[in-house]
C-alpha cells in the first residue's frame, strides 16, 4: 500500500460554526471594553486554539457591528522660551568693524560628499571678511 505516513495519521479538525465563531469574537471584544481590535482578538482565539485569519474576524466584527475603541495620540505643545533665555543682538546690523575679530558670524551646514555626509561650518571675520572654515565627517 503506497500511503504516505502523514496521511495515515492524519485527523481532520472539528469545523467551528459561523455562530459559536461569532460569540466568541463578540465575548472577547466586550471582555476587552470594546479595546480590541482584530489584531488583538486574533491573538487571544489563537491562544485558545482557534486559527482564524484577520480578514475573517474583521468580517465577523463588521456583521457584528463591533468597532473598537481607540485612543488619539495627544501631541504636545512646547513653548518656545521655555529653556533658552532670550538672546540680546549686540551687532545690530553693523557689519563693518574696525578691528579684526571684535565680531564673527557663522553658518552650518551639510552637504552630501561622496557616499557620505559632511558639516561644514563657515566662520567669518566681519572685519575683512576672512573665511575660516572648518569640515567634520558625519557618522
Request: net charge positive; aromatic share 10%.
Amino acid at each position: 500500500m503506497n500511503l504516505p505516513r502523514s496521511s495515515y495519521y492524519y485527523k481532520a479538525s472539528e469545523p467551528v460554526s459561523e455562530a459559536d465563531l461569532e460569540e466568541k469574537v463578540k465575548q472577547i471584544f466586550l471582555e476587552s471594553q470594546s479595546r480590541h481590535g482584530a489584531r488583538k482578538i486574533k491573538q487571544c482565539l489563537a491562544s485558545d486554539g482557534i486559527i482564524l485569519s484577520r480578514r475573517r474576524i474583521h468580517r465577523i466584527m463588521k456583521r457584528l457591528n463591533l468597532v473598537s475603541v481607540y485612543q488619539q495620540t495627544s501631541f504636545k505643545l512646547y513653548s518656545k522660551g521655555k529653556n533658552e533665555a532670550p538672546i540680546p543682538n549686540l551687532l545690530a546690523r553693523q557689519f563693518n568693524q574696525e578691528k579684526p575679530l571684535e565680531a564673527i558670524v557663522t553658518d552650518l551646514t551639510y552637504v552630501r560628499a561622496g557616499k557620505r555626509w559632511a558639516y561644514v561650518c563657515f566662520i567669518i571675520d566681519l572685519f575683512n571678511r576672512e573665511i575660516i572654515w572648518s569640515i567634520s565627517w558625519m557618522a
